[in-house]
């Protein structure tokens, strides 16, 4: 495959519950809902949020494991982070508010000011601002 036929990523995060998730970028950052699925309990299985390019999605341990009970394995002991670029640090701090900080804003070596939280599903969003003031 030649690489100019990558046309689109998105994280899918595995979590206990998809509404809290969902709720984080949606209230806090301004995302739209794109899908959403829901279980035989009326409770999302899946669901995908998307602002401009960024796209994120949440599936439910359970309905992977429904699908693919050989996968319980698999689940344990992966991580991933979401690292977003954005143009004003400030105003995603505002948002954020309130989220559990995995780390405060710092200055980078590599030229960036940064913060890390954990959305509800417990996985680390990182936001970065190329040049802006580390306060």
């Known amino acids: 495959m030649a690489r100019g036929n990558l046309q689109h990523a998105a994280t899918v995060f595995i979590v206990d519950s998809v509404e809290p998730c ?10 739209q809902v794109e899908n959403q699925v829901p279980g035989a309990d009326g409770n999302l299985v899946f669901a995908s949020v998307k602002q401009g390019d960024i796209e994120v999605m949440y599936q439910t341990r359970a309905s992977v494991l429904a699908d693919n009970p050989a996968a319980a394995a698999e689940l344990n002991g ?3 982070l979401l690292f977003i670029t954005v ?5 995603a701090e505002r948002a954020a508010k309130g989220a559990s900080v995995v780390k405060p804003r710092h200055q980078t070596f590599y030229g960036s000011t940064e913060f890390y939280v954990r959305d509800p599903g417990g996985n680390t969003i ?3 601002q190329f040049g802006a003031p580390a306060k």
């Open 22 to 31: 969902v709720a984080f970028w949606v209230d806090r950052f301004g995302f």
């Open 78 to 80: 992966h991580s991933a």
């Open 126 to 128: 990182g936001f970065a």
């Open 87 to 91: 143009s004003d640090l400030d105003a």
